[in-house]
């Protein structure tokens, strides 16, 4: 079976801590916010650690381009940070790609989107009759090419050890070669209610709730920042999950 994007293995990297947070929707000053603290907390620990970004960068919240400015500069001093692709950043490069057949982006968060690169799509669309394909190619004119490497980029997956992060979570019992990229990103049921029936843990968002979710082998941490919520940092350290609690 191919598979579109990467599936990376970190077992056996010396990683002190691992700090994981998802479904970041367009809110940067969040973002910076939880890395800022990220750091802070980090600065006891000897070696190197890992910051691991679950998806979902752009749609709903204002900044999706500087969060994706931010995402394609280096990480912070001693760490290395993989970001995987989330089901919003996955449609958002298939617009791009083929506006006609992704036309239903426009109704999933994308105009906060695209006015974060200064494009108003809803005075181009209804008052000056612009097509949607005029429509994407204004955004690929202002769109920096370098975040749309990055969308193309993102992995889908990323294990350490029997830790394993993906976006939405897996179908139940069906080995991590057999699942498929939309799999990982869209998925729901039956994955929230009997978790992933492997010798795993997942973590993972997509599934927006007021609190962290800590369920049947996975823990669930997209906190609905976008949505009047909170940007949660899950950090793994010695093999404890632990929610970094707010400075």
């Not at 802070?40 to 500087?66: C, E, H, N, Q, T």
């Not at 990323?158 to 979570?169: I, K, N």
């Not at 139940?172 to 009997?194: A, C, K, N, Y």
Request: proline share 6%.
């Amino acid at each position: 079976m191919q598979h579109q994007r990467d599936r990376i293995d970190l077992t056996g990297r010396d990683y002190t801590a691992i700090y994981a947070l998802s479904d970041i929707h367009g809110c940067y000053d969040e973002m910076v916010e939880a890395e800022r603290r990220i750091i802070a907390d980090a600065r006891s620990l000897p070696g190197r650690k890992l910051l691991m970004y679950l998806g979902d960068y752009v749609d709903r919240g204002p900044r999706s381009g500087d969060v994706l400015a931010h995402l394609s500069a280096p990480p912070p001093e001693g760490f290395d940070r993989y970001a995987l692709c989330g089901n919003h950043d996955d449609v958002f490069l298939r617009f791009l790609d083929d506006p006609d057949a992704n036309i239903h982006w426009l109704e999933f968060g994308a105009l906060p989107t695209l006015a974060s690169y200064g494009i108003d799509a809803r005075h181009m669309l209804f008052d000056l009759g612009y097509s949607v394909g005029e429509l994407r190619d204004t955004v690929l004119r202002v769109m920096p090419a370098a975040h749309i490497d990055l969308l193309r980029s993102l992995a889908i997956a990323v294990t350490f050890g029997s830790t394993l992060f993906v976006h939405a979570g897996i179908k139940p019992g069906l080995p991590l070669s057999e699942q498929t990229d939309e799999d990982l990103m869209w998925i729901r049921e039956p994955f929230l209610s009997v978790g992933p029936q492997l010798p795993l843990l997942v973590v993972h968002g997509h599934t927006p709730g007021s609190h962290p979710v800590f369920g049947l082998s996975r823990i669930g941490i997209d906190t609905a920042v976008s949505m009047g919520g909170t940007l949660t940092i899950l950090k793994i350290t010695e093999g404890k999950q632990t929610i970094l609690p707010s400075i």
